[in-house]
């Protein structure tokens, strides 16, 4: 009896403390998540993609029969803890080069969060050649916005 009581006293203590969490702020979250990319954190968040003023083309160019070369940026990806927004170097259509041009940073644990997950996700994204990767466990929308705005980029790139 002591312990169903103790048990059932911890459980709603717990479940007090996380509905007195606030949300990091207002946030969005979309019914889809990014194109293209894989999750390994399915239905645990999501973002959107926000279109961006510029082509997100700069200094590219698609030369006939060996690929795209250049730089191509892609799309802000809003997500609930500020935007990702990414930057890939292609030559002769192959992914060499990823670089993150906006993240998350608005607290601490943002500028933490991305300073652990970026990398992960660059070096995935390097080796996988494409925006198939899965997300980072604990950065979720993070990687989420990094896989749509790499995929956006990619698209841009072969497009």
């Known amino acids: 009896m002591r312990r169903a009581v103790l048990t059932t006293s911890a459980t709603v203590a ?3 403390l996380l509905l007195a969490l606030k949300p990091h702020h207002g946030g969005l979250a979309a ?3 990014p194109s293209g990319g894989g999750s390994g954190g399915a239905g645990s968040g999501s973002a959107t993609v926000a279109p961006h003023g510029s082509s997100g083309a700069s200094g ?3 030369t006939s029969g060996t690929g795209a070369n250049g730089t191509y940026t892609g799309d802000v990806v809003d997500t609930r803890y500020g935007p990702v ?3 890939v170097t292609m030559k002769r259509g192959k992914l060499t080069g990823v670089k993150v041009l906006q993240a998350p940073s608005e607290n601490g644990r943002d500028r933490r969060l991305a300073e652990m997950s970026i990398p992960r996700l660059t070096q995935a994204a390097l080796a996988a050649g494409n925006a198939r990767i899965d997300t980072v466990s604990g950065a979720t929308y993070t990687s989420e ?3 749509g705005s790499l995929q956006s ?3 841009k790139a072969h497009g």
């Open 31 to 33: 019914a889809s998540g």
């Open 14 to 16: 717990g479940v007090g």
């Open 145 to 147: 916005g990094y896989i």
């Open 60 to 62: 590219s160019s698609k």
């Open 153 to 155: 980029a990619l698209d």
């Open 85 to 87: 927004q990414v930057q």
